[in-house]
């Protein structure tokens, strides 16, 4: 309930990008939070584990991009980059982080701790969907919400 923002099409990409995010637990088998590395594990079992850990994390870089993208056409169309840059920049700063956070895990997997990289993953994007949510989109939200937001403006003067 934390996550919700009220708006419906954001509300609805969070809960695809929680969903990504679940899917990263289900790669290892074993997810045993003790455990670091897949040794112990066969090559066919690891081989396996990499090839689901390859698609989801494609799909999971498609999707952030494209939520992204859709936030902040709502922020253009919404004026809210001009009105209030500092509360733009900032929600803009925060997806170039994640973004930037996300590959470079990405880029340093390695057989041996992938196990280890895609719990980090996991930690990472639960911590940061949290928070983003609760600093940038509820922020987003209320501003959409305004009696004076240029889309709603725009809404009624075409009704």
């Given amino acids: 309930s934390e996550l919700v923002t009220g708006h419906a ?20 088998d074993d997810h045993d939070a003790s455990r670091v590395t897949c040794g112990g594990c066969s090559p066919t079992l690891i081989s396996e584990c990499e090839s689901r850990l390859v698609g ?34 900032a929600h803009l700063e925060d997806h170039a982080a ?8 990405v880029t340093n997997l390695e057989t041996p701790k992938t196990i280890q990289r895609v719990r980090e993953l996991e930690e990472l994007l639960l911590r940061w969907v949290t928070s983003h949510i609760s600093l940038h989109d509820m922020l987003l939200v209320r501003w959409l919400e305004r009696e004076d937001n240029p889309i709603r403006l725009r809404a009624l003067a075409s009704a």
């Fill in 9 to 28: 099409v954001i509300d609805h990409e969070h809960q695809l990008l929680l969903d990504y995010i679940l899917r990263l637990r289900e790669i290892c």
């Fill in 56 to 89: 989801i994390l494609g799909d999971l870089l498609a999707y952030i991009l494209d939520h992204f993208r859709n936030e902040e056409n709502i922020m253009r169309d919404s004026l809210l980059l001009a009105i209030e840059r500092e509360t733009g920049e």
């Fill in 98 to 105: 994640i973004s930037s956070k996300v590959q470079e895990i």
